[in-house]
């Protein structure tokens, strides 16, 4: 299956990525060349199949754990790996005018 | 450190080797080789030396915490470890030193194990070769123009090479058993839910599971019931008790029945690694065991159908790199155009290119055509081996179709690289465990591995099977 530059755009600005446009280009064909192995499986019957989403215990994460407070990991702790923050909130470029 | 993990730890239990002595032989083994193979991102020789040296009181004055007490072991640069850079292999977490341990993390340091360094992958696991780690890719020591495989490609070549006795990668379409093939080591992928992934930093989380490398079958058991087990930060680990690995392969392989599906021996297999594993399956014959052949119908839809479920998920696990809590980030005046920057100069080429198809996958008009339709399929693959293994204890496979390839050869072909882990994806999918053994080498002494893969929660039978076919000398690279 073919994808177009302006399809790649539009995918690219969905998946917040910024591409050059030799990266457009590049990407136009290697996902072209994918999406082509891919269509394979139009050709498998899934007729009255059920969708499997999970493939393990099914047990798994049915109990509750005790309502219980635990300590988070403190603020400064977690700031401190953050590009910009002000002591108190990670910080961003502004978004409102 | 030419011995094995086994015999490290009953060598440190007997009292006849003291544990800072096992880090300096360790350290020096590193420091000897890594020039070459570059295996490790960074070490942990502080931590490691401390750890040592609370190992290091006499057994006589205190207990043992477990068989990995004062044993050296290595972990994949994707656990967080608390105070020690942690990347993923990516520039996008460059610098990100998580404030907390990994569950196995923690359980490993409550073990008594020496952890002595990180451990070099492809970019968030995305790769076979190791070749899309950000920082260089690492080298096959058995040859040293030859990739080790991948993602986990750090940590399998670190122990193929000695430099550590065990180590810990993980295993999302292939990532443990295909990297311990090209390298002649073992690795396991364990059940889907056999091990908290808390802590570890997300691929495709319905398929992502953690597991050990190490030179033979008993020492990679012993390391993985230190890391097994159920974790309240993991929704999907499971309550199961855990049993004791290494105790299960005494048992032998008498009566075993044992599959060997036809749709993995097809085209596209080296003859020389179809006669290494098909001697492999004569050795479990040998041993007692039923063997007959099988029939996988769907499992040669699996790499089609990874694609979608891994990278659909893989574009979501990763939308958080955003520039905002961790990492670094671009100039820029706005918020949109300084997501889409950060990402843009933080991710590489194959990471770029999954997310792309992931996203494309999941958006709308394509949902049903590409996401639910590949989950259907996922549900014929597993179906297949519920089937197989209503008569069946497992089935036995290669676990790569070539030996380790040259680094280069398949960068700039991604669905070629794709293809490398055709027989190790369907266990992904199903949330089956696997394991892969080393079983002989091609005639340019390239190692080659046999896959065993088990019922849900049955690593015990993979591990007797994978026992009965380990080389009983460990030949050695370089």
Not at chain 1, 70 to 80: A, C, D, G, I, T
Not at chain 2, 165 to 173: A, E, K, V
Not at chain 2, 363 to 372: N, V
Request: aromatic residues 6%; contains cysteine; hydrophobic residues 40%.
């Amino acid at each position: 299956m073919a994808i177009d530059r302006a399809q790649v755009r539009h995918v690219a600005r969905l998946a917040r990525l910024a591409l050059s446009p030799e990266e457009e280009e590049r990407f136009a064909a290697q996902l072209g060349h994918v999406l082509e192995y891919i269509e394979r499986l139009s050709a498998v019957d899934v007729s009255g199949v059920e969708p499997l989403s999970f493939a393990g215990d099914e047990k798994a994460g049915l109990t509750l754990r005790d309502d219980a407070p635990v300590p988070s990991l403190p603020r400064e702790k977690v700031l401190e790996q953050a590009p910009q923050q002000d002591g108190k909130a990670f910080v961003v470029p502004r978004i409102i005018e | 450190m030419s011995r094995t993990l086994s015999q490290i730890s009953d060598a440190l239990a007997a009292g006849e080797v003291a544990p800072e002595a096992l880090l300096e032989q360790s350290l020096a083994r590193i420091r000897a080789l890594d020039g070459k193979l570059h295996a490790f991102l960074r070490l942990t020789e502080p931590q490691a030396r401390a750890a040592a040296r609370a190992a290091q009181e006499p057994r006589s004055k205190r207990k043992p915490l477990s068989p990995l007490d004062g044993v050296p072991i290595g972990l994949k640069d994707i656990f967080c470890m608390e105070g020690v850079e942690t990347t993923a292999g990516s520039r996008i977490l460059a610098g990100y030193v998580p404030p907390y341990d990994a569950t196995v993390v923690r359980k490993l340091k409550a073990a008594g194990a020496v952890i002595v360094g990180k451990l070099n992958m492809d970019e968030f696991a995305m790769g076979s070769s190791t070749e899309n780690s950000a920082f260089g890719p690492t080298m096959n020591p058995w040859d040293l123009s030859r990739t080790p495989g991948g993602s986990s490609g750090g940590s399998a070549a670190a122990v193929a090479a000695r430099m550590v006795p065990g180590t810990l990668g993980t295993d999302t379409g292939g990532s443990i058993r295909q990297p311990a093939a090209l390298v002649g080591c073992v690795g396991i992928k364990p059940t889907y839910g056999r091990v908290s992934r808390y802590g570890v930093i997300a691929f495709a989380s319905s398929l992502d599971q953690v597991g050990p490398f190490a030179q033979d079958v008993r020492g990679a058991a012993l390391l993985l019931r230190e890391i097994a087990g159920e974790d309240v930060n993991d929704q999907t680990s499971s309550r199961r008790p855990v049993p004791d690995y290494a105790a299960a392969i005494s048992k032998g392989v008498r009566g075993l029945r044992v599959g060997v599906p036809r749709e993995y021996f097809g085209e596209g297999l080296d003859p020389q690694v179809e006669k290494a594993v098909r001697a492999a399956i004569e050795k479990l014959r040998a041993a007692g065991c039923e063997v007959r052949e099988i029939s996988l119908p769907n499992s040669p839809h699996a790499i089609a159908t990874y694609y979608i479920v891994a990278t659909a998920e893989a574009s979501s696990n990763l939308a958080r790199y955003d520039g905002v809590r961790y990492g670094p980030r671009a100039k820029a005046g706005q918020l949109l155009e300084m997501y889409e920057r950060t990402r843009a100069e933080g991710f590489g080429a194959e990471v770029k290119r999954r997310i792309m198809l992931g996203t494309y996958a999941l958006s709308a008009g394509y949902y049903d055509a590409y996401y639910l339709r590949a989950q259907k399929v996922r549900a014929l693959i597993r179906r297949d081996f519920d089937n197989a293994f209503a008569n069946l204890d497992a089935v036995v496979s290669p676990t790569s179709p070539t030996t380790a390839f040259k680094l280069g050869e398949k960068m700039d072909d991604p669905l070629a690289m794709y293809l490398n882990d055709v027989y190790t994806v369907p266990v992904n999918l199903a949330g089956l465990p696997g394991i892969s053994v080393p079983c002989g080498f091609d005639n340019r002494r390239l190692p080659i591995g046999v896959q065993l893969i088990g019922k849900p929660f049955d690593e015990e039978t993979l591990l007797r099977l994978g026992h009965a076919v380990e080389p009983r000398e460990h030949e050695e690279p370089l």
